[in-house]
């Protein structure tokens, strides 16, 4: 049945929890164990509320709590492994050895039982038979694939390479002609601009307003150069005083990190450790800026001794908690730190910031450095070559001429005007000849040749591809054949798939088996689910993925966690309840065993309402139109008119009206405070709890304070 309330409808097991608050926080928080959860929802169906809203019976204290309601589906089923392998031999013959027995452990690939000697010496010949078979198919494919010789194919490929070189050739041959007559144009013109060019620097000579211009660009060549060279220097001081100016930063921002450390944790940290991130610090000492740095002004000064244990100095860090006047933040929300209060994470991380910021800028340097370098170094190569050829110009226009160099040089201009009409002329003829009805017969009988090889080569390659086919798939037969006689083979000794344990033998040594018949059966114990039938009035609220608590009678006091993992088609019809097979995986912890076959009670969450002011329900009064509660404020009774969000026979949820932390006031009919169910709630308000292990849920009391007070997780 489905059950919305804290302890629920009674407990089929006697006493699972079906709905539990969660508090919001460790500190604060309670938890509500099985036992007292049935005692409140026993004492909740006697208390009846008369037309003025009040009961009989002593005044009574709860708290308003802070928390989550959980509504659940219970059911009870039986434990299974589903995770099952019926071993057989795969062929008939006798037992030969049964090597397990039921209820021993077994692991991947232990023998478990083994075929007589006879059975398995005739599969063993199946398997040579079909290997022979195999052999013989794929001699038979290899002959169907074979045609001529590969000397044969491969004389036919070159014979047909030279013919395509041949037709290519053919063409190619007037563009390539083409192609060498305008280069040779072109490298005439070139020959007669470089005759006359000589020539007019030869006559240049001549004329002295060219040699002192030549004189002039030396000397700004000179001067560029000598230049450059001291700009190189420069720029190698500047950067260098760069480095060492980043360098010396970054040793300041290391000594700054080592600092903050030592004035707020009392830790002198090693050149090595401003290497690690102050996160990384605290995750190595398991501890965080809250843990460490905690405000507690009660204790007198000089009363923290510092703990060797600890990485950090206790009396160090109480001077910032206890002797500050402001107090300090462990870590930092803009939202409620005050401007005089130093925030611990905010300063350490800003100094370890600031090492990362300079290690940036010294790492930057270097390359930057050698780019500025770089291009210093080219301006340098630049002048130089500009100074050598201002050198030459000048030596040039400073040598003297004479009558013989200038008609060598007017002589290499005619010769040069020559070779280029010789060019020209040739280009034009080429152009214009009626040589192209030669080239279109070579090229004919190119392509004829061309021809005659693709055939022949395509007469030598070509297979009966039919036969291949067939043979083809008779090796493919024969493969599956010899495949289908292994695996039997190897099947004549049962192995364990996984990890398991012997659930069943059905067969003894000397037995006849048939091929399918089932010897041992291995299941998976670490796969455990649990199988039950819910009502169609409840199945709705179950979902797939739905976590689940689970109890067994074989393990008191014990909650298991599981997921419902599978909802089935519904059973029953017109003449029984209609239900619905429902399967949870449990999750089994280690150092359980359980047994198949034992009766489990699941508990599927079906909703959870997270974060709601919580009440017990019989503190609610008033009217539909207006609820009310008691409140104790100021040491007086009042009452006051409240909002309501929901709730169950147990608990209502408050809307508005109330704040966590008050108390309501309630009566219940034959109860005391002594015996007041929610008075177990509110001893733990105020209490440091110790922490719940997962798995536990809710349940206990340690130190004080709750060890729990949420649902199972």
Not at 334 to 354: F, L
Not at 459 to 479: D, K, P
């Amino acid at each position: 049945m489905e059950s919305n309330e804290i302890a629920g409808a009674v407990p089929q097991t006697g006493w699972s929890i079906r709905s539990l608050m969660r508090p919001r926080y460790l500190i604060g928080g309670f938890v509500v164990s099985a036992s007292i959860a049935v005692a409140i929802l026993a004492v909740l169906q006697f208390a009846v509320r008369d037309d003025s809203g009040t009961t009989s019976g002593e005044l009574l204290e709860a708290p308003v709590t802070l928390g989550d309601l959980v509504e659940s589906v219970s059911s009870d089923g039986t434990i299974v492994f589903p995770a099952r392998s019926g071993m057989s031999f795969g062929t008939a013959g006798s037992v030969n050895e049964v090597l397990v027995e039921v209820g021993d452990s077994v692991t991947v690939g232990q023998e478990l039982a083994s075929l007589d000697p006879l059975t398995t010496s005739h599969l063993s010949a199946d398997v040579e038979g079909a290997r022979i078979d195999l052999e013989s198919a794929l001699d038979k494919l290899q002959d169907a694939q074979q045609g001529a010789s590969a000397l044969e194919i491969a004389r036919a490929q070159e014979d047909l390479t030279d013919a395509q070189s041949a037709v290519d050739a053919l063409l190619a041959q007037p563009d390539r002609e083409l192609l060498d007559a305008t280069a040779a144009v072109t490298k005439a013109e070139l020959a007669l601009s470089n005759a006359r060019e000589a020539l007019s620097d030869l006559q240049s000579k001549l004329d002295p307003e060219s040699i002192a211009d030549a004189e002039i660009e030396l000397t700004l060549a000179t001067e560029a150069y000598d230049g450059a060279v001291a700009n190189l220097a420069l720029v190698e001081r500047d950067w260098d005083t760069n480095v060492e100016d980043a360098t010396t930063a970054l040793a300041d921002a290391r000594a700054s990190y080592i600092t903050e450390f030592e004035g707020w944790f009392g830790v002198t940290l090693t050149e090595e450790k401003t290497a690690t991130a102050p996160t990384d610090l605290l995750a190595n000492w398991g501890a965080t800026y809250e843990s460490i740095f905690v405000r507690d002004v009660s204790a007198d000064l000089g009363t923290d001794v510092d703990d060797p244990q600890t990485p950090w100095n206790e009396f160090t860090v109480s001077l910032w908690t206890r002797v500050f006047p402001f107090g300090v933040d462990a870590t930092c929300d803009s939202s409620q730190t005050s401007a005089d209060v130093p925030c611990v994470q905010e300063e350490v991380e800003d100094a370890w910031t600031a090492i990362g910021t300079a290690e940036d800028a010294l790492a930057k340097t270097s390359p930057d450095r050698a780019n500025a370098v770089t291009v210093a170094r080219k301006a340098i190569t630049t002048a130089e070559t500009a100074m050598q050829i201002a050198e030459e110009s000048a030596a040039f226009a400073s040598a003297s001429t004479t009558t013989l160099e200038l008609q060598a040089a007017a002589e290499t201009v005619a010769g040069a005007e020559s070779d280029l009409t010789v060019a020209t002329g040739a280009l034009t003829t080429l152009t214009s000849a009626q040589s192209h009805g030669v080239v279109s017969t070579s090229l004919a009988i190119a392509e004829a040749e061309l021809n005659d090889a693709q055939i022949n080569l395509s007469e030598l390659t070509s297979l009966n591809q039919t036969l291949i086919a067939l043979r083809t798939a008779e090796a493919e037969v024969a493969q599956a054949q010899l495949d289908e006689a292994s695996t039997l083979f190897d099947s004549a000794i049962l192995k364990s798939p996984v990890d398991g344990v012997i659930d069943a033998v059905n067969f003894s040594p000397g037995d006849e088996v048939q091929r399918n018949a089932v010897i041992v059966e291995v299941i998976d114990p670490t796969i455990v689910t649990v199988e039950m039938e819910v009502a169609q009035v409840d199945i709705l609220a179950v979902a797939i993925g739905a976590e689940a608590s689970l109890t067994l009678e074989a393990l008191p006091g014990q909650v298991l966690n599981g997921n419902v993992t599978d909802i089935g088609a519904a059973s029953g019809g017109q003449t029984g309840s209609v239900t619905f097979p429902v399967v949870v995986t449990m999750q089994v912890p280690t150092g359980i065993t359980l047994i198949e076959g034992l009766t489990a009670n699941a508990d599927m969450i079906t909703s959870l309402t997270s974060d709601v002011l919580l009440v017990p329900s019989v503190a609610v009064g008033g009217s539909f139109t207006q609820p009310t509660v008691d409140v104790l404020r100021d040491d007086q009774v009042q009452t006051v008119a409240v909002s309501l969000g929901g709730g169950n026979e147990t608990f209502a949820v408050i809307g508005s009206g109330l704040i966590e932390g008050e108390t309501v006031l309630f009566r219940l009919p034959g109860v005391t405070e002594d015996t007041n169910p929610f008075s177990v709630i509110r001893a733990g308000v105020g209490g440091f709890g110790g922490g719940r292990p997962t798995g536990t849920g809710g349940g206990g009391f340690t130190g004080g304070g709750f060890s729990g007070g949420g649902r199972t997780q």
